[in-house]
């Protein structure tokens, strides 16, 4: 169990690039590396793969292995878990970090039970504990509680974060590493999936959430879905987007598109603008201390206000409104 | 066709607490509920069945109250149920409940179709689906939103971060399903009330041949919880009086103005 | 919701059914009821979810294909229902007012027939009251006048709940002036019987999610099939028909009280008077005591002439008592309620003032309270 070495990070292709969340999980795992006093080893498996290695070293990777080949191109779960268990067996890593993307949360549970080992969904922060045994943590109950894991006896010790969680660090131009190339590294049957088509979501299929730095969030206290209306026109005013709790997505108020929350989109703006929301927000926002929350309440006692910064007492219908007119005359002045 | 549903009794976690002074979860009077996205699942399977006729399994691995959950779905629509009890399978992580899925699957019969909600609310992993297909040796579709089905093939569209992608592959599959996929139905009174006079069939460890005990409950879990506590966000919060509104907002400006937060 | 705002003795299949009806109100009526209490409107698309649970079967005996639920779980579902949108409980129950005037007196194929259309959600509705006659049921003018083959019916019902959506409705008419109450018998008219049309819509002060509207007969030909029991049994089975029916009825005063005291109560923890939440204050603490009282009584009134019904018994006055008093201290009790809301209790932006709006109704029809005391009289004094 000690052969194993080094801690590797999958870096998400799309298109023939990265994908930001892979870059991001450079500095969880640098952090991890530096602690264990291993390297930090960039996966990349993309057509692409050698030309990309350079940005993987950039943002903090020791080494790359790069995994060329067309069939790559795009991903398919049987080739990219064959491909990384090959990897896995033959470099034996300690530890690997996945992007909880839909690529990573269809990846990495079925590479970690091919490996009959422990992985962690979701995390949100990652640390060395004893006996250089990784910690761990996540949200768990609808980020009711958190939770830290460990995964003691079997190897790598895998976790997921999620996109917009952690940040990159800053590209170092200057940083040089080792790049190794695989080949023709996909054992076993070939996937029996046919992909046959990608549809592009239009404008209105997709709320640009994810990468909103200014989140209104409307709850039940809206009212009604006609009432979205101004949570609209406040988004408009400073450039941000509209998010929803379940309940008003449940009540039909707004499309699932706008949801946040655990089982809606997972975000990470600067500020939230929380309108006609009473109840724990935890169910909605990470507990990540970086964003702003602005609350809206008519209740004085709303639990909300105990995890706002700004709390504002009174009427959402008539303060949204007013917000949004300052903004616009701030922009315009 | 034959369909398996994979559900899960879980607490509503819109209603669960922690309780601040013993730092766990207060989950007396939360009401159990079956995972919200399972009941898409259910629904999904239950549509098929009802377009192209076969059986759909409700199967559960849980204590005795999971039960329960089965006979909702079969108020839901489904025709058998199917829980997976037996203490010695208490305290498994994903990896181990995957395997013995499994194998209890493996128990129930031949299959065309797994179908399996995105996440369970309480644990939050989507882990079990991908895991389970692996341990059959099936190929998974995640993130289904659109499922037709074609001379033993099956046709799905993926929702993904930024597009709808289109995917096929032969039957037996396992599916796991968004939101997105259906409106599930509301139960039949009918139904749960002839539920409630049937048993589910129970599945334990012992009707499972060559059960490895290394890979079930707590011994057979790769992942262990090292500790749990209430998330921390301690906030020093500026109350505004908002029964003004411009001056409220006012206010609220010249906070930000002062801490330079840009807006 | 408060510890005790609900029968206390379901079993587990009637809470089951509670919990289901909870389900189904808290998906398909809470969204849209505001928007069709201001329009006035029944809501098609709940009633079908409603009979794809396989509820629209609750008044079915089972040896017809329905649930033959007993008249206790039937109160239980929709006291349930009321406390969501008593407007779609009444018109729901409406649904088969007139396969229970069937079942009394109809003929066996009458009954099969009735049952399936009650099972497939067509309903069938019952049309007693008149422009000229409410409570003076003797003072009917409908006529069914004796023909080949059949009758022919003159007349106008109005204030019929669901005339505009059941099928059919059993309508109570005049074969024979001189007998007077012994001169009426029901029908079982057809609503694409030539002649048959349904008159304005009424615009309600409450229970607006129902549908009530006239029910007009033009020289409309009833086969001789069509005639439900036989000719002069027409009152007493209208008034057998109101008495099996009443201690469901009242679930829906009921229901609406119950919400009525849970809004108050909410009211008072949070309202504030000189820093204090209202409800430490006695006056309004007597006042959310008086109203938990009234639901109960009205309650254990309904609860207990469900019971007596299932058990067989014939109720007879002890249900005029359950919905005159019942409905009474239903009203009360919301009256007060809003009363605790203050202000806020007369704003249409808050769910109080449809609650007093909804229960206004419930001492006026299905027989008015005054006209349930002149029956009380009667008997106590035979």
Known sequence: MSEEKNVWVFLETRNGNFRSVGLELLSAGRSLADKLGEKLVGIVIDPRAEELAGTAIKYGADQVIAVCGEVFGRYDTENFTSAMYTLVKKYAPEVLLIGATNVGRDL?????????????????????????????????????????????????????????????????????????????????????????????????????????????????????????????????????????????????????????????????????????????????????????????????????????????????????????????????? | MNIIVCIKQVPDTTEIRMDPVTNTLVRSGVPSVINPFDRHALEAAVSLRDKYGGTVTAVTMGPPQAAEALRESYALGADRMALINDVRFSGSDTYATSYILAESIKLIGRFDLIICGKQAIDGDTAQVGPALAEQL?????????????????????????????????????????????????????????????????????????????????????????????????????????GSQADAAVKRLLSEFDGKKIAI | MSRYGFYLGMDADQKDIVSMVKQFAEKELDPIIGEYDEKGEFPMKAHRAWGEMGLWGIDVPEEYGGLGMSALTRYLVFE?????????????????????????????????????????????????????????????????????????????????????LCSACVVLAVTDPEARYHGMSFFLVEKDFPGVSVGKHEDKMGIRLS??????????????????????????????????????????????????????????????????????????????????????????????????????????????????????????????ALQVFGGYGYSREYPMEKLLRDIRIYSIFEGTNQIQRQVIAKMLLA
């Not at chain 3, 006056?283 to 009234?294: H, K, N, P, S």
């Not at chain 3, 639901?295 to 609860?303: K, N």
């Open chain 3, 80 to 164: 349930e229902l009321a406390k969501h949108d008593a407007g779609f409980a009444v018109s729901n129950g409406a649904f088969s007012f007139g396969l229970t005037a069937i079942l009394l007196s109809g003929t066996e194929e009458q009954k099969l027939a009735a049952c399936g259309r009650v099972l497939s959600g067509e309903g069938i509705s019952m049309a007693i009251t008149e422009p000229q006659s409410g409570s003076d049921v003797s003072g009917t003018k409908t006529t069914a006048a004796k023909t080949d083959g059949g009758y022919i019916l003159n007349g106008v019902k109005c204030f019929i709940t669901n005339a505009s």
């Open chain 1, 108 to 333: 990495g549970p079925r590479l970690s039970c091919r490996l009959h080992t422990g992985l962690t969904a979701d995390c949100t922060s990652v640390d060395v504990g004893a006996d250089r045994i990784v910690l761990w943590t996540r949200p768990a109950f609808g980020g009711n509680i958190m939770a830290t894991n460990i995964c003691p006896d079997t190897r790598p010790q895998m976790g997921t974060f999620r996109p917009n969680v952690l940040k990159r660090l800053p590209a170092d131009d200057g940083r040089r590493g080792g790049v190794i190339v695989e080949r023709d590294i996909i054992r076993g049957r070939p996937s029996l999936v046919d992909i046959l088509d990608e549809i592009r979501l239009g404008d209105s299929d997709t709320a640009n959430l994810t990468e909103a730095d200014i989140i209104v969030l409307g709850g039940r206290g809206l009212k009604g879905p006609e009432n979205f209306a101004l949570l609209e026109e406040l988004a408009a005013a400073v450039g941000g987007c509209v998010g929803a709790s379940r309940a008003a997505v449940d009540a039909g108020w707004i499309s699932p598109v706008h949801q946040v929350g655990q089982t809606g989109k997972t975000v990470c703006p600067r500020i939230y603008i929380a309108c006609g929301i009473s109840g724990a927000i935890q169910h909605l926002i990470g507990m990540s201390s970086s964003k702003i929350i602005v609350a809206i309440n008519k209740d004085p006692k709303a639990p909300i206000f105990a995890a706002a910064d700004y709390g504002i007492v009174g009427d959402l219908f008539q303060v949204v409104p007013a917000l949004t007119k300052e903004l616009r005359r701030r922009r315009e002045g």
């Open chain 2, 137 to 241: 040796g099936i190929p998974q579709l995640t993130y289904v939103r659109k499922i037709e089905l074609s001379g033993g093939r099956i046709r799905v569209e993926r929702e993904l971060d930024d597009c709808y992608e289109a995917a096929e592959a032969p039957l037996p599959v396992l599916l796991t399903v968004v939101k997105s996929i259906n409106d599930p139905r509301l139960p039949n009174v009918v139904r749960k009330l002839r539920a409630n006079r049937m048993e589910p069939d129970i599945i334990s460890g012992g009707d499972i041949a060559d059960l490895d005990p290394n890979r079930i409950g707590l011994a057979g879990s790769p992942t262990k919880v090292f500790r749990t506590f209430a998330p921390v966000r301690a906030r020093n919060t500026v109350m505004i009086d």
């Open chain 3, 211 to 336: 549908d009530t509207a006239d029910f007009v007969m033009e020289d409309v030909f009833v086969p001789d099939d069509h005639l439900v029991g036989t000719e002069g049994e027409g009152f007493s089975n209208a008034m057998k028909v109101l008495s099996i029916k009443r201690p469901v009825s009242v679930a829906g005063a009921v229901g609406i009280a119950q919400r009525a005291l849970d809004l108050a109560v909410d009211y008072a923890k949070t309202r504030e008077f000189k820093g204090v939440p209202i409800g430490r204050l006695e006056g309004v603490q007597f006042m959310l005591a008086d109203i938990e009282m009234r639901v109960q009584a009205a309650r254990s009134m309904a609860v207990y002439g469900a019971q007596m019904t299932d058990a067989g018994a014939d109720i007879g006055t002890l249900g005029n008592s359950l919905k005159a008093f019942g409905t009474e201290i239903c009203f009360e009790a919301v009256n007060t």
